[in-house]
């Protein structure tokens, strides 16, 4: 079983809207997954502005694959490169630290998540 950043069993982040790389509602990564996308946010109106800003539209459906597009306050698996450069502009979105994939710390720190934590 994936571990979380605090060491414990990966939880799921969301399955409304369904989000992780595999659409299994977690934070999950593997060899495919060359974005790593390991971060479980709490997106914020100035974190998609942001994130479109930088060439990754998550606000505007995309039908053909599925993806209704993500509105303030749903919870979605982002790369943890995204979230670094989200926190290094000062828009980094909540995280819930439970459902976020270890391997985020490569990026990021224990206490910089924490910062941005729901869920202590």
């Known amino acids: 079983m994936a571990k ?7 939880i799921v982040c969301s399955i409304d809207p369904m ?3 595999y659409r299994d509602g977690c934070c999950n990564t593997g060899s495919e997954d ?3 996308h ?6 914020t109106a100035e974190f998609l502005s942001f994130s479109a800003s930088r060439g990754n ?8 694959y599925g993806f ?3 509105r303030p306050g749903d919870r979605w698996c ?3 490169s995204r979230w670094a450069e989200a926190y290094e502009a000062g828009s980094a979105p909540a995280v819930v630290l439970a459902a976020t994939h270890a391997r985020t710390l490569e990026w990021v720190s224990l206490d910089e998540l924490r ?5 202590g």
């Open 4 to 10: 979380n950043v605090l060491g414990d069993d990966l």
């Open 19 to 21: 989000t992780g790389f």
């Open 34 to 36: 060359a974005g790593v």
């Open 38 to 43: 390991t971060v479980c946010a709490e997106v």
């Open 57 to 64: 539209d998550l606000s505007t459906p995309r039908p053909e």
């Open 68 to 70: 209704a597009g993500l």
């Open 78 to 80: 982002l790369c943890a």
């Open 115 to 119: 910062r941005h934590a729901v869920d």
